[in-house]
């Protein structure tokens, strides 16, 4: 495993690096809003990255909740958290494009409302299993899991369903697109499916390591917790018993 | 209007905020670390 995944950070790093280099100067310059268009390459590939990582959340919480498999609970809490991450870069990137097509920052469209509401539920889910300290935490957040996944159709499909400023889908939603865009747009995607995969990776292995640690520091907790009672019961921590015996 | 600028400000956010929870990541392992050597 430790020889894997510096190989994987390489090929991952090396993909990106193509995938930039096809975004920047090997894909078509859109007619209507030229170069800013090439946001698109990594605006898209990473809504549909988070959209996966979502559901990967969603499925794992299922399945914590049927076997309550603690396996199951930590791949939840890392997928949310670095689908997180890619839906901030939505959230952000979304915005930087708009600017200059739309003439504003940001406006309150059912799409982009859905999707900031989405960040705030899973936002919500990673405070919640960061603050809270009960033994029930794990349950509460695989059930809000399941709550924030509804949201995730409610996302995709709202520009088919609402009258909406943002643009149809490329795929399976009526647009068209250039075959060399939409051969850069899978190369991306592809490069940030890799990314998230080693992210995934990684913070899968410090959750691991934190729980390892907890358990640790509870069994020694646990263990000092009953020397002192049994030291107590034999009279050794009562300072009147040990007067009484010294007498 | 020089939209060329966007362009850039959308690349570099997307790779600060991957490098920002990459940094993040790598400090939790390493003080986790520490931790259970200490």
Request: hydrophobic share 50%.
């Amino acid at each position: 495993m430790k020889r894997v995944f510096p190989i994987l950070v390489a090929l991952t790093a090396g993909l990106l690096a193509y995938a930039f280099y096809e975004a920047m100067w090997v894909a078509p310059t859109e007619r209507t809003m030229g170069d800013v268009q090439r946001i698109f390459y990594y605006h898209v590939p990473s809504a549909w990255t988070a959209f996966i990582l979502f559901f990967v959340n969603l499925v794992a919480s299922v399945a914590y909740l049927i076997r309550r498999n603690p396996k199951a609970d930590a791949l939840a809490a890392v997928s949310a958290e670095v689908g997180v991450v890619f839906c901030t870069v939505v959230l952000v990137t979304g915005p930087i494009w708009a600017r200059p097509v739309w003439g504003i920052w940001w406006t309150w469209d059912i799409r982009l409302t859905t999707t900031l509401v989405l960040w705030l539920i899973y936002v919500s889910y990673l405070v919640l299993r960061r603050f809270s300290d009960s033994a029930q935490t794990p349950k509460l957040a695989a059930v809000l899991a399941i709550f924030g996944a509804l949201d995730v159709p409610l996302v995709y499909f709202s520009i088919w369903f609402f009258r909406t400023q943002h643009p149809q889908p490329v795929i399976g939603g009526g647009g068209s697109i250039d075959p060399r865009m939409l051969h850069v747009l899978l190369i991306n995607w592809l490069a940030f499916s890799c990314l998230a995969f080693v992210l995934c990776w990684a913070r899968y292995h410090v959750e691991q390591l934190n729980r390892q640690y907890e358990e640790s520091l509870a069994l020694e907790s646990l263990m000092a917790d009953s020397v002192s009672t049994s030291h107590r019961r034999q009279g050794g921590a009562n300072p009147d018993r040990a007067k009484k015996a010294a007498s | 209007m020089n939209s060329v600028k966007f362009l850039y400000a959308a690349y570099i956010a997307t790779w600060v905020i991957h490098g920002a929870y990459f940094t993040t990541l790598v400090r939790r392992y390493l003080r986790l670390r520490r931790q259970i050597k200490g």
